[in-house]
């Protein structure tokens, strides 16, 4: 067994086995609560420049299948957890965890206190690290550790945005929990063929956001990040989408005139960093939380109802609720920390969440966003 190390900017080191890909990779270390998901949570774009630990202790143990994928390969610098089983056990499963790991270079580390480091990381926050089977000098990595890029500042987007424009058609597969997306596809006239069209920004979409789009009877084309307002308009589509995607949405200032530029044009909805990008082009100011939001049980406050649901959630940043004007009103609030977690224009057709509406892994409390809009503000549906 290959031994490997994990070592953070603070000096603490850990000392465990390989079990992904040999190699050395730097990131953010952060924590995920979720019980499973590992692989979607591995090919989620949002963790590119991340280390992830899982905080569950047995991680792999139905396997990899490349139905539940949500992009084209794993985007996680590292992937650390107390135990990988290495015999998997699913109907569905098309290779074991490691293997797919070493398939995609991606390091990944077993046999350490994940208890220990997901504590560390709680008191301390987010901490920079570095995992490698190659350099065993607990030192030297110490030193790469605090050396290395952070995520504050820094463009990751353009690692994961599309190169070039492509229309998606795969929906969710038929039978599964629409709950009021689908409700919005029984509507009279509304059809794949004769639903809204939406542009989707692609910051580091998720496959999940696109068949959720589909699955309430949108025609979806997504583009790359640094689509102008200009040639999204020449498109002429009836919903622009802003996706999720990694790191800091300062990062990306070419992105926000852009956005500016559709407001009041379409309606324009966000999710996690497009919710953060839609909060700077109306004004807002965004923040690094401690040590981040990433799991599938945090519970979301509906402002306007007082209903409260299980969200799935992977953001490092926030937008800063006392920095909304007043054209700008909170809709969704985090009961565990107060946090921002939706918002919504006063006047324009405009609003968006932070959390994961399209929940995958998690729970689906609150797929009925996508539905909800959609008929609150696509008035444009074709009969």
Same mark, same amino acid.
């Not at 030192?139 to 500042?153: I, P, Q, T």
């Not at 939380?289 to 990433?294: D, E, R, S, Y």
């Given at each position: 067994?290959?031994?490997?190390?994990?070592?953070?900017?603070?000096?603490?080191?850990?000392? /465990?086995?390989?079990?992904?890909?040999?190699?050395?990779?730097?990131?953010?270390?952060?924590?995920?609560?979720?019980?499973?998901?590992?692989?979607?949570?591995?090919?989620?774009? +949002?963790? #590119?420049?991340? &280390? *992830?630990?899982?905080?569950?202790?047995?991680?792999?143990?139905?396997?990899?299948?490349? !139905?539940?994928?949500?992009?084209?390969?794993?985007?996680?610098?590292?992937? *650390?957890? #107390?135990?990988?089983?290495?015999?998997?056990?699913?109907?569905?499963?098309?290779?074991?965890?490691?293997?797919?790991?070493?398939?995609?270079?991606?390091?990944?580390?077993?046999?350490?206190?994940?208890? #220990?480091?997901?504590?560390?990381?709680?008191?301390?926050?987010?901490?920079?690290?570095?995992?490698?089977?190659?350099?065993?000098? !607990?030192?030297?990595?110490?030193?790469?550790?605090?050396?290395?890029?952070?995520?504050?500042?820094?463009?990751?987007?353009?690692?994961?945005?599309?190169?070039?424009?492509?229309?998606?058609?795969?929906?969710?597969?038929?039978? %599964?929990?629409?709950?009021?997306?689908?409700?919005?596809?029984?509507?009279?006239?509304?059809?794949?063929?004769?639903?809204?069209?939406?542009?989707?920004?692609?910051?580091?979409?998720?496959?999940? &956001?696109?068949?959720?789009?589909? !699955?309430?009877?949108?025609? *979806?084309?997504? *583009?790359?990040?640094?689509?102008?307002?200009? %040639?999204?308009?020449?498109?002429?589509?009836?919903?622009?989408?802003?996706?999720?995607?990694?790191?800091?949405?300062?990062?990306?200032?070419?992105?926000?005139?852009?956005?500016?530029?559709?407001?009041?044009?379409?309606?324009?909805?966000?999710?996690?960093?497009?919710?953060?990008?839609? $909060?700077?082009?109306?004004?807002?100011?965004?923040?690094?939380?401690?040590? $981040?939001?990433?799991?599938?049980?945090?519970?979301?406050?509906?402002?306007?109802?007082? #209903?409260?649901? &299980?969200? +799935?959630?992977?953001? $490092?940043?926030?937008?800063?609720?006392? +920095?909304?004007?007043?054209?700008?009103?909170?809709?969704?609030?985090?009961?565990?920390? /107060?946090?921002?977690?939706?918002?919504?224009?006063?006047?324009?057709?405009?609003?968006?969440?932070?959390?994961?509406?399209?929940? +995958?892994?998690?729970?689906?409390?609150?797929?009925?966003?996508?539905?909800?809009?959609?008929?609150?503000?696509?008035?444009?549906?074709? !009969?």
């Amino acid at each position: 067994m290959t031994k490997a190390l994990l070592a953070l900017e603070d000096g603490t080191v850990f000392e /465990g086995r390989s079990f992904g890909a040999p190699g050395e990779r730097a990131g953010e270390v952060v924590f995920n609560t979720s019980m499973t998901g590992y692989q979607e949570i591995l090919t989620d774009p +949002s963790y #590119k420049g991340q &280390i *992830v630990t899982m905080t569950y202790p047995l991680i792999g143990n139905y396997g990899v299948n490349l !139905a539940d994928v949500e992009s084209w390969q794993p985007h996680v610098e590292g992937f *650390v957890v #107390k135990e990988a089983a290495r015999l998997h056990s699913n109907w569905r499963a098309s290779q074991p965890l490691g293997e797919y790991l070493r398939e995609h270079g991606i390091p990944a580390i077993e046999g350490i206190d994940t208890r #220990k480091l997901t504590k560390l990381l709680r008191t301390e926050g987010a901490l920079k690290g570095v995992l490698s089977t190659e350099d065993l000098d !607990a030192e030297s990595l110490v030193e790469k550790a605090r050396s290395s890029s952070g995520l504050v500042g820094r463009d990751l987007v353009k690692d994961v945005t599309a190169a070039e424009p492509y229309e998606w058609t795969e929906a969710i597969p038929e039978g %599964a929990d629409l709950t009021e997306a689908g409700k919005f596809l029984q509507q009279p006239g509304v059809s794949i063929e004769s639903g809204p069209r939406v542009v989707v920004y692609d910051f580091g979409v998720k496959r999940n &956001i696109l068949r959720m789009l589909r !699955a309430c009877g949108c025609s *979806v084309e997504v *583009v790359p990040a640094s689509t102008t307002a200009e %040639a999204v308009k020449a498109r002429e589509p009836d919903l622009v989408f802003l996706s999720n995607g990694p790191g800091d949405p300062e990062g990306v200032p070419y992105v926000i005139p852009e956005i500016r530029k559709l407001l009041g044009w379409r309606p324009v909805f966000g999710i996690c960093f497009g919710h953060q990008l839609l $909060g700077l082009a109306l004004g807002a100011r965004t923040y690094k939380l401690k040590f $981040g939001h990433h799991g599938a049980n945090h519970p979301v406050k509906d402002v306007a109802t007082g #209903k409260v649901e &299980i969200t +799935s959630q992977n953001h $490092g940043f926030c937008v800063d609720v006392k +920095s909304l004007g007043d054209a700008v009103e909170a809709t969704h609030v985090n009961l565990n920390d /107060g946090t921002l977690e939706g918002m919504k224009h006063r006047r324009l057709p405009v609003a968006s969440v932070q959390y994961h509406p399209e929940a +995958s892994p998690g729970p689906h409390d609150s797929r009925y966003i996508f539905g909800r809009f959609l008929k609150e503000h696509v008035s444009t549906v074709k !009969a």
